[in-house]
């Protein structure tokens, strides 16, 4: 992201929603030097960011748009690490098999030419990144810039740094509505009715999201699938990357413990959730070596917010002043772009270019 320089004194934002979008938005916007104030219901590590593989990536099967806007963040993420150095981002790369070998080759082929750092590897490269895994693939891609964080306290540290930076932060304060005048949002209303003034609010709330705006006249058809992961007992350094394998998705994370799924937007949990983890469970020992002590510590099961084509929904409501939203799926990996753009929108009005896909008008018309 480029810098920019602060806004002075410029009227108050109120951000609804301290998971992983909304903390990146109040930070982009307290770096700006703007007046922001978190609100959340809970406290900063988001509902879906708390439950979230946390896989940092511009991968396979994304239109050419949403892979540059993808790659934008995966740069947003660089620069936001070196800035807030609590976020401890763990650029360890991936390695992935889980596509037909001629769906590797092109993947690696057409990638590589746009600057992201993908190659193939075989067998015996494959054993040497990853040795825990028992049956390396004979070809897969590497992918050097990909990176996973520990999602909630990536969100509690962007909020910290917020702020630092003169936000203030609002935890246990469930937004019951938003305020609105003429059909203008002038703030939020809290359970006990208090208002809270602000020239502009950002709704970043998840799957609560359509809700809250809805009395604005904004329609945001949201899907909110369920994905189960898995998570072990911890374990001493096993993987080097994240392995994306045919059958399973896992990665290690900074405590030790291996997270996975059948997807990285984890296993549908179907009628039996235990069962299913336990399935899960299976997968990943076939996946290792048979000398590692595996023990499944436990699963969870999140609900991704996804509006119904399937990306983004961010910006600016044309026709409603002083309301923005912010809700997707994949929004570990987008989080710094839809920060830095949706806080320069706001306190500038200008429109991002990446963003022109990921409008909400597309639903509202
Ligand atoms: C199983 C699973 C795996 C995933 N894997 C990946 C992945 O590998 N890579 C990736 O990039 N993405 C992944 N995702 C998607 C990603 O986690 C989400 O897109 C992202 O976490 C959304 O963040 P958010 O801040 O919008 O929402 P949330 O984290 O849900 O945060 C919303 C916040 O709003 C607050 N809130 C709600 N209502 C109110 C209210 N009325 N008043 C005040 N506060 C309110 C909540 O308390 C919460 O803190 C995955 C998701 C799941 C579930």
Known sequence: MTSHP???????????????????????LARRGAAVTLVDAARPGGVATAASFAWINASWGNPEPYVRLRMAAMAGWRGLDAEVPALNVAWTGGLLWDLPEEDLRTFAAERSATGYAVRLVDGAEAHRLEPAIAVPPTLAVHARGEAAVEPAAAAEALAAAAVQRGATVRTDTPVAALSLADGRVTGIVLADGTVIAADHVVVAAGIATPALVAPAGVTLPLKDPPGLLIRTAPLPKLLNGLVMAPAL??????????????????????????????????DLRSLLAADVPLTLEGFNVGRRPTPADGFPAVGRIAGVEGLSVAVMHSGVTLAPAIGAFLADEVLTGRREPLLAPYRPERFIG
């Open 249 to 282: 998705h896992v990665r290690q994370a900074a405590d030790g413990r291996l997270v996975a799924g059948a997807d990285f937007g984890g296993a549908d949990p179907g009628a039996d959730a235990a069962a299913t983890a336990d399935r899960v469970f299976a």
């Open 6 to 28: 602060p806004v002075p004194s410029h009227p108050p934002v109120i951000v609804v929603g301290a998971g992983i979008i909304g903390a990146s938005i109040a930070w982009h």
